[in-house]
């Protein structure tokens, strides 16, 4: 592989990444109240209520905006990363139970799981991104 279509595999894996993470944190704004419901119901966090949702949202779209840009690569990969393995760490048993709506949806979580964890892996690799452009650019 070339590259240029390395880097631009990497740079599709990234922004479609950053559509489906960026879905999941804009719901802490415009649906706080699922917000509450994920960590009351799903992880059996019932300290976790809505007033929180903006405040994690916030640190979510701030992530998200490093993380698209591929601005500090190692910190805002490995970050989204890891906040996506904790999400799918949490939600086995559902996926275990995959058979009941609407648990199967959250399969949707494993294979970009999957890909947030390759690209952290190709995370020097990625020259389109804002670290491999300064990477590229002469001293």
């Given amino acids: 592989m070339t590259n240029i279509k390395?880097?631009?595999s990497l740079l599709i894996i990234r922004l479609t990444i950053a559509a489906f993470f960026g879905a999941w944190a804009?719901?802490?704004?415009y649906r706080p109240e699922w917000f509450e419901n994920v960590f009351t119901n799903m992880y059996g966090l019932g300290f976790v209520t809505q007033d929180l949702s903006s405040y994690v949202g916030i640190a979510q779209m701030l992530l998200l905006a490093l993380f698209t840009v591929g601005l500090w690569r190692t910190f805002s990969y490995a970050s989204l990363a890891l906040m996506q393995g904790a999400g799918v760490l949490g939600s086995i048993p559902n996926l275990m139970n995959y058979t009941n709506y609407p648990n199967n949806l959250m399969?949707?979580?494993v294979p970009a799981f999957g890909a947030a964890v390759a690209l952290f892996i190709m995370r020097n690799e990625d020259s389109f991104?804002?670290?491999g452009m300064r990477k590229r650019s002469p001293e």
């Fill in 26 to 29: 804009s719901l802490k704004f």
């Fill in 107 to 109: 399969w949707t979580a």
């Fill in 6 to 8: 390395l880097s631009a």
């Fill in 129 to 131: 991104s804002v670290d």
